[in-house]
Nanobody, 122 residues
């Protein structure tokens, strides 16, 4: 059974840093792109960062220069390093790993992590 396990959320003061991680576990043959989304209270979920299978990254303009997405293909894991956090970064952060193809399958599916809370407050 494939599942995504997130970790690394918490509470920090403005200007602080956190690193989130998301690992895909199970009988995995291949994966595609990886992304991080967040959902602030009362708002829709939005994508904040994405990284392609080749390592090309793209960011929401409000986090560019502060957040860094990376991936470890040997571990089917993605990370989100968040620096200079602001109160508006508060929300539940979800990872998304696209086109996870299980061993023996001919097609892939997208999987979401369970979400981890990030709170930025003084």
């Amino acid at each position: 059974q494939v599942q995504l396990v997130e970790s690394g959320g918490g509470s920090v003061q403005p200007g602080g840093s956190l690193t989130l991680s998301c690992a895909a576990t199970g009988p995995i043959a291949s994966v595609s792109g990886m992304a991080w989304h967040r959902q602030a209270p009362g708002k829709q979920r939005e994508q904040v960062a994405i990284i392609s299978s080749g390592g090309y990254a793209n960011y929401k303009h409000t986090v560019e220069g502060r957040f860094t997405i990376s991936r470890d293909n040997s571990k089917n894991t993605t990370y989100l390093q968040m620096n200079d956090l602001k109160p508006e970064d508060t929300g539940v952060y979800y990872c998304l790993i696209r086109s996870i193809r299980r061993v023996g399958d001919s097609y892939g599916m997208d999987y979401w992590g369970q979400g981890t809370q990030v709170t930025v407050s003084s």
